[in-house]
């Protein structure tokens, strides 16, 4: 018993030294990519989190049918499920669900982006999927006054948004990230951010300048990495930046750039994977996903193809990516941006990852 003990603890600490020299060169793409269809009624996949459960929660904002916002979930054999239709802003009537996040409290966080609606009057909320026995409960409003609300990242007690459009009618664009305690994100007192950036929960601001549309998408995708250092993406600039985190949750140091372009035409959904020690970053405007080095900046294209109508694996302006176990998933928002149409199927992409001596 105690020589068995002895093996798998020799073999775990062996293979927690292979991750963490696993380079990008390693990291190889095993076999063609596939694609998991969504169903009929649905459409618009954008935020994704692997949850504890291992269910990956996905949000699904049905831009092209009439069906409710909702969130979804994969299970291990890539089946679709509906978890909870998401309620419809009480002033406008609408929901437009992106980033997704599981708390450390269990339950799930996730951005309404309301300017989907056309609307730009700080009426973006952060909602809260209340769970239990891995069931929805109900959901709740906890945090009002964003204008584009879109990534969520947890980390420790807090919960960290992006906010895409800081300041209206700024130029340059101005965009920003916000975080939230766990503990002061309640129902029945919604937190209401003061515009502007005159909120003190306001973690970092910068500007995206650009030559074309991409100049007025500033801050989109965002990871933290288990350290605590924080990967904030620049949509319009096809940047990353990064800086680490204090205990009190704000920045130890001004951002700075981890990578810009180098390949990337934009950079927007984006995952920390820990099994890797990389970031995967979805490629809007490339119709890529690309790893990057948080060491080095350096990237790697692991899919990219044409524009597509997202079947057969192919990908279809994916807007977010998430690793479960050795699979990245993509989601293929398909918006009409940049010249494209969305068309069906609306789908995800599967690539299986494999690492190589």
């Known amino acids: 018993m105690v020589r068995n003990f002895l093996l798998l603890f020799?073999?775990?600490?062996?293979?927690?030294?292979?991750?963490?020299?696993?380079t990008l060169k390693q990291i190889e793409?095993?076999?063609?990519?596939?694609?998991?269809?969504?169903p009929e009624n649905t459409s618009t996949p954008d935020g994704m989190t692997v949850a504890k459960d291992g269910k990956i929660y996905l949000s699904m904002l049905n831009l092209q049918v009439p069906a409710q916002p909702a969130v979804w979930t994969v299970d291990a054999d890539n089946q679709l499920q509906k978890l909870i239709d998401l309620p419809k802003h009480p002033e406008t009537d609408g929901v437009f669900p992106l980033g997704i996040a599981q708390g450390k409290d269990g339950n799930l966080y996730v951005a309404d982006n309301q300017t989907f609606g056309a609307n730009n009057a700080h009426?973006?909320?952060?909602?809260?999927?209340?769970?239990?026995?891995?069931?929805a409960v109900r959901v709740e409003t906890v945090?009002?006054?964003?204008?584009?609300?879109?990534?969520?990242?947890?980390?420790?007690?807090?919960?960290?948004?992006?906010?895409t459009c800081l300041i209206n009618d700024a130029k340059p664009h101005v965009s920003g990230l916000y975080k939230f305690e766990l503990d002061e994100l309640s129902a029945d007192n919604p937190v209401q951010l003061e515009p502007d950036g005159a909120d003190p929960r306001l973690v970092a601001k910068f500007t995206t300048e650009a030559d074309d549309w991409r100049s007025d998408i500033g801050a989109n995708g965002l990871a933290i990495s288990p350290q605590g250092v924080l990967y904030v993406c620049n949509f319009g600039e096809a940047s990353i930046l990064t800086a680490p985190l204090k205990e009190d949750g704000f920045l130890a140091e001004p951002l700075k750039v981890l990578v810009k372009g180098d390949g990337i035409g934009s950079t927007d959904g984006m995952k920390y994977v820990p099994a890797i020690k990389k970031l995967v970053v979805a490629d809007f405007f490339s119709n890529a996903i690309h790893l990057v080095s948080p060491r080095t900046g350096r990237v790697k294209t692991v899919a990219q193809n044409p524009n597509s109508d997202g079947a057969g694996g192919k990908l279809d302006k994916p807007s977010e990516p998430c690793v479960r176990g050795t699979t990245l998933y993509a989601s293929n928002i398909d918006l009409p941006y940049d010249g494209n149409e969305p068309d069906k199927p609306d789908s995800l992409t599967v690539i299986q990852l494999k690492i190589t001596e």
């Open 10 to 22: 020799v073999l775990a600490i062996s293979s927690q030294v292979c991750l963490a020299a696993t």
């Open 29 to 38: 793409v095993d076999g063609a990519p596939t694609s998991i269809v969504l």
């Open 123 to 135: 009426q973006s909320r952060l909602l809260r999927v209340v769970m239990k026995d891995d069931k």
């Open 143 to 163: 945090a009002t006054g964003l204008i584009a609300a879109n990534a969520v990242e947890a980390h420790g007690k807090r919960i960290y948004v992006t906010e």
